[in-house]
């Protein structure tokens, strides 16, 4: 069984001012001190400065929650990978289901965002993940493989490890319906089969659920092999609970 560090991620979406993350950020790295696991705060871009600079000299890692994939140009509202780099962002969050669905964010557009994270030195956080619809039709692994498959087109089976994917059930998100540890596990699992077959080092790849993750199950999900990590919404606004689910990674 190869080692991978667990990794736990806050995707705070569009909450918390400057002056609400940095109270987060004090109230968690006191609580999280001793952790082994990667984790990662993905603010909005107005906070991410703020974050930077309070986590400095802590293990704690800080992630966008979108880019655009050119360099600069007239992309009125976007923020180029270089513009994150020179923060010290460490990470992106790219393909979340809030992002297809609200704002039009393509495969398309995601098979250029990822390669441009990593050429930039950002560590992508690859979001897919299947609707309630297309799970009840039994087309979950069509979805999730389409989608890698469409997302990683441009990324070189070498680079492939340095990609973290997660796995999000659209119908598990902010509803409360987390997926059950053997739904999480399968899924993982799939995903991992999917990077393996374009020659990626599939047993390094860290591979993350998200969907209604709280303290109280974080342990259970965690404890599935191929479940390397959670991507956690509601649960990660509150440094107490979200501190609970680091724990639980060990
Ligand atoms: P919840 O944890 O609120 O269900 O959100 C999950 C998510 O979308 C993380 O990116």
Redo the contacts with the bound molecule.
């Keep these: 069984m190869p080692d991978r560090t667990p990794y736990i991620a806050a995707?705070w979406k569009m909450n918390k001012t400057v002056a609400e993350a940095a109270e987060f950020v004090d109230a968690l790295l006191p609580r999280i001190a001793a952790t082994q696991c990667d984790v990662v705060l993905c603010p909005s871009f107005i906070a991410l400065n703020e974050v930077v600079e309070r986590r400095r000299g802590t293990a704690v890692r800080v992630a966008a929650q979108n880019m655009h994939e050119a360099e600069s140009g007239a992309f009125t509202g976007e923020i180029s990978a270089a513009m994150l780099v020179e923060l010290d962002v460490e990470a992106v969050v790219l393909g979340?289901s809030e992002r297809r669905q609200y704002f039009g964010e393509t495969d398309e557009a995601l098979a250029r965002k990822v390669p441009a994270a990593l050429a930039a030195g950002l560590e992508p956080i690859l979001?897919v993940g299947e609707s309630a619809e297309a799970r009840a039709g039994g087309e979950t692994e069509t979805v999730l493989e389409r989608q890698l498959q469409a997302d990683l087109a441009g990324v070189e089976p070498a680079d492939l490890a340095g990609v973290v994917i997660?796995y999000?059930p659209i119908w598990?998100?902010?509803t409360g319906a987390t997926a059950t540890p053997e739904q999480a596990q399968d899924a993982c699992a799939f995903i991992r089969d999917v990077v393996g077959m374009r020659g990626a080092a599939a047993d390094r790849i860290r591979i993350l659920y998200?969907?209604?993750?709280k303290a109280a199950n974080a342990a259970e999900l965690l404890s599935k092999p191929d479940v390397d990590g959670a991507?956690?919404?509601?649960?990660a606004l509150d440094p107490e609970e979200f501190a609970g689910i680091v724990e639980a990674a060990g």
Excluded at 210 to 213: A, L, R
Excluded at 231 to 235: E, K, M, Q, S, T
């Design positions: 995707n979340h979001c997660a999000e598990a998100i902010g998200g969907g209604s993750v991507l956690v919404g509601g649960a």
